[in-house]
């Protein structure tokens, strides 16, 4: 039970820096991105809309996991009738 709890935690962290991570590449031109992020790029001016896109969405994913993960447990056999 504590890997799943591991598990969960670790795809929420996941998830709101992703979100935090669309958030900046939407906010900041690319010269103004830190150099360790991609798509960091000397003297541009332009922003990086796709990659936020594609970062917003793998985050959304990763908090929608957790969120699944958490619900409540299913039993494997079918309910008698």
Partial sequence: MRNDRLLVALAVVAGV???VLAVVYWVEPAKS???FIPGHE???GHHHVKHGIAAFFVGLACLVFAWFRTGPKRSAT???T
């Fill in 17 to 19: 820096a992703l979100i």
């Fill in 42 to 44: 000397a003297g541009s």
């Fill in 78 to 80: 079918p309910p008698l």
């Fill in 33 to 35: 991105l830190p150099s």
